[in-house]
């Protein structure tokens, strides 16, 4: 089949990408003139594992083109997925400026049947929107074009985006038409030999389903992270309380795991517009706000616990392991790292940065200062420090040498921002470790005096 996606940012790259190593014929457009001539060379402005790869791979296949070019883009289009960014507005509703200009666009250049694929997360009622856009921008071009429009939420893990694409858990096809229904069918047969997985819905529960799935699975995040907290007040802890609580099936274990706060791209903006949606309604939601307001809460508690262990800051050296907003990823929108880079310097700390992957992206959000060093790995940025932060749990900081550290070191303290450590291992080793959802230990032996 012949697609077109319009957008190459996250979602319509990879979306191209894997329908391309599906067999199909891809043209992936942008009107960013540099990002097309970057992937024409076969080189991917974003950073997921694989995709790079895959990219090269299609494009020396001849199963994968990028153009700017709307009307060579849509010349042998079956399907155009409408991909591009809805970034969150002041008020926190989404801006569908991007979505609107694509939609007018294509209406422009449009010559025959053709079916409109909203893949970006967009409110409910888009889907109508678009229709009537492309039906105004037919009128007026005096064409006669018939078209449909699918709405086909993506579920795509930013470090595991390849294989979500390739081995969905569910397809949903939000669709007003047996036509098209009968086209994405077809389009997605290869992804359902063994299940079927399609879910097939009208435009606005297809809508609202997006931003459902994301909802629910940040509550579960800030109920662990509001949890953790009374452990660490109760002298409980939090990890043997997780395992105990997924063992429920009925609950399961994902995303169960406390943390710094999540962030990213999705979490936020997508929680921000259902509440905002709601709000137009007149319709209150305070389980949407609660989730909210704990993640930002959050994401202060690792610069609180900081400060309560040394006091003063005041010319302290903290190294962070970590920057982006979860492993896999260099993506730096909304990562808890930028809310304790912005703690900790206030408080005159010197702080010594390092990721494996997100340095280039946390130069761009980070402004300069002479408190921060930007450090080449884990043991140059522990050199001198006193006190370690883990920040995200890339596989890189699973296995160090923490005998090294401690001797590169100036203090003893480690943050454990993700809980990826054993305590026990860590104070054996001589240090002095603080994580999410338990007591330290110099808190717990006061407790018991």
């Known amino acids: 089949m012949k697609l077109l996606v319009v957008g190459t940012g996250y979602v319509g790259l990879v979306t191209g990408v894997c329908f391309a190593e599906m067999g199909h014929d891809v043209v992936c457009l942008d009107v960013d003139h540099q990002k097309i001539e970057l992937l024409k060379m076969g080189r991917s402005p974003i950073y997921e594992p694989g995709l790079e790869e895959m990219l090269r791979g299609n494009i020396k296949e001849g199963r994968l083109k990028f153009t700017t070019d709307y009307a060579l883009g849509l010349k042998e289009a079956e399907v155009c997925f409408i991909a591009v960014s809805t970034p969150q507005n002041e008020d926190g509703s989404c801006n569908l400026n991007y979505v609107k200009q694509a939609a007018t666009t294509i209406a422009t250049c449009m010559d025959r049947y053709t079916i409109i694929v909203n ?29 449909d429009v699918v709405s086909n939420p993506e579920f795509l893990k930013e470090g595991d985006a390849i294989n979500d694409f390739m081995k969905p858990d569910r397809i949903v096809l939000g669709v007003e038409s047996k036509r098209a229904l009968r086209t994405m069918v077809e389009l997605y047969a290869p992804f359902n030999v063994n299940h079927n997985r399609l879910l097939t819905m009208d435009l606005a529960s297809s809508e609202l389903t997006k931003y459902a799935s994301n909802s629910m699975l940040a509550s579960r995040i800030s109920f662990m992270n509001e949890l953790s907290g009374i452990c660490e007040h109760v002298g409980a802890d939090i990890s043997q309380v997780r395992k105990a609580v997924g063992a429920d099936n009925r609950i399961g274990s994902a995303f169960l795991y406390p943390g710094v706060g999540y962030g990213g791209s999705c979490f936020p903006k997508d929680i921000r517009a259902l509440r ?13 706000d609660a989730i909210e307001s704990v993640n930002e809460r959050q994401k202060q508690v690792m610069g609180r616990k900081i400060t309560s262990y040394f006091g003063n800051l005041e010319g302290k050296v903290i190294a962070l392991w970590g920057l982006s907003f979860k492993p896999g990823t260099d993506d730096m929108r909304e990562a808890p790292s930028l809310e304790l ?9 010197f702080l010594r940065l390092f990721d494996p992957v997100a340095m280039d992206r946390a130069r761009e959000v980070i402004p300069p200062s002479p408190q921060i060093s930007w450090c080449r790995d884990p043991f140059d940025a522990a050199t001198g420090a006193d006190a370690v932060a883990l920040m995200t749990e890339w596989k890189q900081f699973r296995m160090v040498n923490f005998t090294k550290v401690k001797k590169i070191m100036r203090g003893v303290a480690f943050f454990d921002g993700r809980n990826q450590y054993r305590a026990q291992e860590l104070q054996e080793k001589g240090f002095d470790y603080i994580c999410i959802g338990q007591q330290s230990r110099k808190r717990a032996k006061e407790a018991l005096v």
Do not use: C, W
Not at 276 to 288: E, I, K, N, R, S
Not at 341 to 349: H, K
């Open 119 to 147: 893949k970006s997360t967009v409110p409910v009622g888009t889907g109508h929107m678009v229709r009537e856009l492309i039906s105004k921008q037919l009128q007026a071009n005096g064409k006669d074009s018939s078209f």
């Open 276 to 288: 905002t949606t709601a709000q137009q309604f007149a319709y209150q939601t305070p389980l949407l």
């Open 341 to 349: 880079i912005r703690a900790l310097l206030q408080e005159g700390a």
